[in-house]
């Protein structure tokens, strides 16, 4: 396979299979972090095929199009990590198994795939490892400014030998809810297994696949998320580059993930991944059936959620997003809810998004305090998957009036 995969998918990203099936079709849908300017809101916008495909050869779910990589991820991308809560402890814990199961010494290599901001680096910096992060957006900024030594280029061959030039092998390689999103997925693999000797570690998290179906979680469906892993392909991608999946275990990150650990060479795998590929053959994830069926619910829940939507403002009430997720414009793209519907939507104080426009729905985004200065009838949470927390939050902050759910069912809650 080249070296940068982009446009249209036609073989398996990772055995290279032509057998596709089409399982869902989320129409077509610009970039999720692009978010526009007023001025951008008078220009042209562009929008790529968004579809799921899987192959019938390895199981892998993956997307049909793959966009040029510095348009997904440009220097101005406008996520950070530090920003979530919910990442920061997940992060934290991350650092404490890898440094009570995979034993590292004071000044031992970690380098960290999409590193971000450098949150999850700063854990392992606060427990004596050397860091180093590979990020190829503007937030590489923030984290060189933190004093977490960061390389702002996209991981591929030429970082990986420079890394290993300049650093030497790594200890410990992690790749968190970054692993899915490098277009060249056989080189991905192999460029990690560069890094590695027999003693190291490598840790991917990945959105699971099994949480995507079970939880209708299709808004985790945009050109950022290119490949949507159960075990099977993910331990087959790893295997052809050299590497064995000795763990893995579900995690509550993003919604639920799976976090793998894999070492270079050939090792047995744990209990944990006999269970978890038993569990998915159970679930019914390598069965075109159960997939359809998924494609399905998710047509049933767009259709409600704009019917639930629509009875609120038709009896004139006033209707809000809460925070303004990735995630959360394919939702609002493919169900087709704009700024007729919402009035805008809240990000937390610091966001980079806050006087920006969504892409394809055109919903202004604006500080949290405007929520409860307003104190509209309804707050439509979009970031749901973590729900129960934000309603919480933002009670506690003074909010008075009603939320409303959009998945898996949608619904209204006080």
Not at 177 to 200: Q, Y
């Amino acid at each position: 396979m080249k070296k940068n995969i982009t446009g249209p998918v036609l073989v398996c990203q990772i055995c290279g299979a032509k057998n596709l099936a089409t399982i869902l079709s989320l129409g077509h849908q610009p970039i999720v972090q692009e978010y526009l300017t007023e001025k951008a809101l008078h220009e042209s916008e562009v929008t790529y095929p968004l579809n799921l495909v899987r192959c019938a050869t390895c199981g892998l779910l993956q997307i049909d199009y793959i966009p040029e990589p510095a348009k997904v991820f440009p220097p101005h991308y406008p996520y950070r990590t530090g920003l979530t809560n919910m990442l920061i402890r997940n992060f934290q814990e991350l650092a404490e198994i890898i440094s009570r199961d995979y034993h590292f010494k004071t000044g031992d290599l970690i380098v960290d795939i999409g590193s971000n901001d450098g949150t999850l680096l700063q854990c392992f910096k606060d427990k004596g490892m050397k860091v180093l992060g590979v990020e190829p957006t503007g937030a590489a900024k923030v984290a060189n400014k933190n004093k977490i030594p960061t390389i702002e280029k996209f991981f591929d061959e030429e970082s990986a030998d420079m890394i290993l030039k300049k650093y030497g092998k790594a200890h410990v390689i992690t790749s968190t809810n970054a692993f899915a999103h490098i277009n060249d997925a056989k080189g991905l693999a192999k460029n990690v297994a560069k890094l590695m000797d027999k003693d190291s570690i490598f840790v991917s998290e990945s959105q699971y696949l099994m949480d995507i179906i079970k939880k209708l979680e299709f808004d985790t469906i945009y050109h950022e998320h290119l490949r949507f892993y159960s075990l099977k392909p993910l331990i087959r991608l790893l295997k052809d580059a050299g590497l064995s999946v000795v763990d893995a275990e579900r995690i509550n990150a993003a919604g639920g993930s799976i976090r793998v650990y894999a070492k270079k060479g050939k090792f047995p795998s744990s209990k944990n991944v006999t269970d978890l590929i038993k569990e998915e053959e159970k679930a019914g994830l390598y069965n075109e059936k159960t997939l359809k069926n998924f494609a399905k619910r998710i047509y049933t829940a767009k259709n409600d959620l704009l019917a639930l939507l629509l009875k609120c403002k038709k009896e004139g009430a006033s209707i809000v997003g809460l925070t303004s997720s990735a995630r959360s414009n394919t939702l609002l793209g493919f169900s087709k809810i704009n700024e007729t519907i919402l009035d805008y939507a809240c990000e937390k104080k610091g966001s980079p998004k806050i006087g920006l426009y969504t892409p394809g729905t055109h919903i202004p985004v604006v500080d949290e305090t405007r929520l409860l200065e307003d104190q509209p009838d309804f707050a439509l949470v979009l970031s749901w998957h973590i729900g129960e927390e934000l309603i919480k939050k933002t009670k506690a902050a003074g909010y008075k009036g009603k939320f409303i759910i959009p998945l898996p069912i949608p619904r209204i809650v006080n």
